[in-house]
C-alpha cells in the first residue's frame, strides 16, 4: 500500500508564497490525475482544492495551484492571506479496491 | 446545490452501538459513490470505505473492514456509518464525502460527526 509523506507544518507570511510536498512510494502519485487536495478548517467541512493534480473546481481561488514531479505532488499558496491557515491533505487514488491514502497532513500558518 | 449534511455529536460508552448518518440532497444519489473518512484526535485523515447507493456495493479499507458497517437508505437519501460494539479507540471526528462515478477526488464533504466513545 502507497504511503503519501506530507510536511507536518509550513508557513509565511501574508503576500508570500508557499508550497507542500506530497511524496508518495507508489507510482500513484507520479500518475498525474489521481492527486487531489484537501483543506480543512476546525469546525468546518473540508474543502475540496485541488484534483486530477492541478485543477480546481469552481470557486477555488486562482492563487491555489497544483503540480507534479516525478513521485512528488505538490500544492502552492500564492499571494497568501490569514484565511488560507488551515490543515491541507494530498489524497491519492490507489485502487478499486484500497480505494485512496491521505497523506499525514501539513498544517500551514500564515504569520 | 450539493450538501452532505451530518448527524450531530454522540456521546457513547465501551461497548455501545452507534449508527450516524449523513442525508444528501442537490443531486442524484443513486449515480455517485459515498466514503467515509476518521480523523483520530490531532491526526490526520484515514479512509474507512464507500458505498454505491445504486446498488448498494461496499468496499471497506482494510483497516476498517469488519469494525464498522457503511450502508445507505435510497428512500430518503441518507448514508450511515455504524459500530455495534464502540471502543474508547473509536474516538474521532467522521466525516461523509460525495465521490463522483469516474472520478478520482471526493468534491462535497460533510460538516462531520464527532464521536465521543468514554465510560
Known amino acids: 500500500q502507497s504511503a503519501l509523506t506530507q510536511p507536518a507544518s509550513v508557513s509565511g507570511s501574508p503576500g508570500q508564497s508557499i508550497t507542500i510536498s506530497c511524496t508518495g512510494t507508489s507510482s500513484a502519485v507520479g500518475t498525474y490525475n489521481l492527486v487531489s487536495w484537501y483543506q480543512l478548517h476546525p469546525g468546518k467541512a473540508p474543502k475540496l482544492m485541488i484534483y486530477e493534480g492541478s485543477k480546481r473546481p469552481s470557486g477555488v481561488s486562482n492563487r491555489f495551484s497544483g503540480s507534479k514531479s516525478g513521485n512528488t505532488a505538490s500544492l502552492t499558496i500564492s499571494g497568501l492571506q490569514a484565511e488560507d491557515e488551515a490543515d491541507y491533505y494530498c489524497c491519492c487514488y490507489i485502487s478499486s479496491v484500497i480505494h485512496v491514502v491521505f497523506g499525514g497532513g501539513t498544517k500551514l500558518t500564515v504569520l | 446545490e450539493v450538501q452532505l449534511g451530518q448527524s450531530g455529536a454522540e456521546v457513547k460508552k465501551p461497548g455501545e452501538s452507534l449508527k450516524i448518518s449523513c442525508k444528501f440532497s442537490g443531486y442524484s444519489f443513486t449515480d455517485d459513490w459515498i466514503g467515509w473518512v476518521r480523523q483520530l484526535p490531532g491526526k490526520g485523515l484515514e479512509w474507512m470505505g464507500i458505498i454505491y447507493p445504486g446498488d448498494s456495493e461496499t468496499r471497506y479499507s482494510p483497516s476498517f473492514q469488519g469494525q464498522v458497517t457503511i450502508s445507505v437508505d435510497k428512500s430518503i437519501t441518507t448514508a450511515y456509518l455504524q459500530w455495534s460494539s464502540l471502543k474508547a479507540s473509536d474516538t474521532a471526528m467522521y466525516y461523509c464525502?460525495?465521490?463522483?462515478?469516474?472520478?478520482?477526488?471526493?468534491?462535497?464533504w460533510g460538516q462531520g460527526t464527532l464521536v465521543t466513545v468514554s465510560s
Open positions: 464525502a460525495r465521490w463522483r462515478s469516474g472520478t478520482t477526488w471526493l468534491d462535497y
